[in-house]
């Protein structure tokens, strides 16, 4: 019979192998997406639909340029 905390310990150490990056830009395109997300819907909100439609489209572009910047550094750090 195994002991109890067995695996745990060894989920640990397969999580210790594994180098662990942090890239601080990636929360940063997150919060700008929901920024400019929610500027949008105030615009639309109070009418002003141009505003709202370019702001949309600078969502897209952010949301973009953040999900390519995630992807490049997990092919990066994915190759080391």
């Given at each position: 019979?195994?002991?109890?905390?067995?695996?745990?310990?060894?989920?640990?150490?397969?999580?210790?192998?594994?180098?662990?990056?942090?890239?601080?830009?990636?929360?940063?395109?997150?919060?700008?997406?929901?920024?400019?997300?929610?500027?949008?819907?105030?615009?639309?909100?109070?009418?002003?639909?141009?505003?709202g439609?370019?702001?949309?489209?600078?969502?897209?572009?952010?949301?973009?340029?953040?999900?390519?910047?995630?992807?490049?550094?997990?092919?990066?750090?994915?190759?080391?």
């Amino acid at each position: 019979m195994e002991k109890m905390g067995t695996a745990d310990s060894e989920m640990d150490h397969l999580f210790e192998q594994k180098k662990r990056v942090k890239n601080p830009l990636v929360p940063i395109g997150a919060l700008l997406t929901a920024g400019v997300l929610t500027a949008g819907l105030i615009s639309f909100k109070k009418g002003n639909s141009h505003l709202g439609q370019k702001l949309m489209r600078a969502r897209v572009v952010v949301q973009g340029a953040t999900v390519a910047l995630m992807l490049s550094t997990a092919y990066y750090y994915g190759e080391k």
